[in-house]
Structure formats: structure tokens, C-alpha cells
């Protein structure tokens, strides 16, 4: 009884040590600004492509919040997200590096302007998909405004990358390609390819703080 007792009390204490150091890493923008180099090649162009594992233009990530690009970074970095290029640039980055780059991508957040009364509100059949799929319940109002930073910014998003993320989740057996996230596997599956379409159209259409600010020797 008291071995295990000690087991699980030094487990607790391992825990409570990682939470600890994991949130005293705070994020240097100004650092970061001199870590994006193998960033901006995608990034930074505004409309870039991406040809692998499938075409769309890369997601514009200046503007999304600190946490969710930490978040993301190192899904990428355990597997959990399946792609051959991100994983190798997320194994590159230390935990350091991955918050002075969130900081700095963080900071670009372009102006929301006010949502007008009358803002373009979905038809019926996206109406019907956005309640089926309770998008907002974690996405938030307008999809702007998330209940937890840790999750992404959806409002004008390139709708042909949202797409591609949301096929990502019914992906499975795939070395290159898929997501494992269990909540939004759950939801992509519900749907099919054309109503995923139909509700990445959508959300692109809504008024947006992400950008994409083009480095210098791009504009």
C-alpha cells in the first residue's frame, strides 16, 4: 500500500513539475523573429500552395493565437498531426523556439472590424450542418472567438486549406496524411466530403483577424 502510495504521489509530483516548467516558457516575439526562417518559404507568400499531401493554399497564421500555434506545433511534433514537412520543421524547434515563433506569429493579428446587424448568415443547409456538427460550441461566436485559445481561429481561413483539415480527421492508416484528434474525427465523419466543402466555404466568408504578412524579399 505504501509503494504504491509513494508510485502515485511521485507520478503527482513529476506532473505537477512538467505543468510547472511547461508554463513558465513564455513566448518572445521579438526572439521569434529571428526563428521563422524555415516558416516564411510557406507563410510568408501570400497564396502559397501547398502540393503535398494534397493542394491547397497554406493557412495564413498570423493573427491565431499563441497557444493554439504551440498547440498545433507540437501535435506535429508527436505524430498526432501527419505531415512530412511540418513534423520535420516542429522536431527542429525546442520549446522555447516554438513560443518565441507563436509569440511572434501572435502578434500579427489584424483588425477586426465591428461584425455588421445584418452579417452574411448561412443558408439553410450550412445552418442545418453548423448545428449538427456544434462548430461554435468550441469555435465560438462568428468563429473568432474560441472558448479555449488552444483551438484555432476559423473566420477567413483559406476555405480549400479548411477543407483539407477537415478531411484530415476521417483520414486513417496514412503515413502522410491525417489527424488523431478523437472530438474532431468524431464530427469530420458525420459529414460528407461535399457538406465539409460546404461548410469550409462558409466559415472563409466570415470577417477575419488572421492574415498573412509576406516577408520583405516576397512583396
Request: charged content about 20%; glycine content about 8%.
Amino acid at each position: 500500500m505504501n509503494r504504491t502510495f509513494t508510485t502515485i504521489f511521485g507520478l503527482a509530483v513529476a506532473f505537477a513539475t512538467s505543468l510547472t516548467h511547461a508554463q513558465e516558457i513564455k513566448g518572445d516575439a521579438k526572439a521569434g523573429e529571428g526563428k521563422i526562417a524555415m516558416c516564411i518559404g510557406c507563410h510568408g507568400i501570400v497564396g502559397y500552395q501547398a502540393t503535398f499531401p494534397a493542394v491547397y493554399r497554406v493557412p495564413m497564421i498570423s493573427g491565431q493565437s499563441e497557444k493554439y500555434i504551440i498547440t498545433a506545433l507540437n501535435e506535429y511534433k508527436k505524430g498526432e498531426r501527419k505531415h512530412p514537412t511540418m513534423r520535420s520543421i516542429a522536431d527542429s524547434l525546442t520549446e522555447q523556439d516554438i513560443a518565441d515563433v507563436a509569440a511572434y506569429y501572435a502578434a500579427h493579428t489584424k483588425e477586426l472590424k465591428p461584425i455588421p446587424e445584418k452579417a452574411r448568415e448561412p443558408d439553410a443547409q450550412v445552418a442545418q450542418l453548423l448545428q449538427k456538427g456544434a462548430c461554435v460550441s468550441c469555435h465560438g461566436d462568428n468563429f473568432s472567438k474560441t472558448i479555449d485559445p488552444s483551438y484555432p481561429k476559423l473566420a477567413g481561413q483559406h476555405k480549400d486549406y479548411l477543407y483539407a483539415a477537415l478531411h484530415s480527421y476521417k483520414i486513417e492508416n496514412n503515413p502522410v496524411g491525417g489527424r488523431t484528434n478523437a472530438i474532431m474525427a468524431g464530427m469530420a465523419k458525420q459529414f460528407t466530403n461535399a457538406e465539409l466543402r460546404a461548410l469550409a466555404g462558409y466559415i472563409s466568408s466570415l470577417p477575419s483577424e488572421l492574415q498573412t504578412v509576406p516577408e520583405s524579399r516576397f512583396r
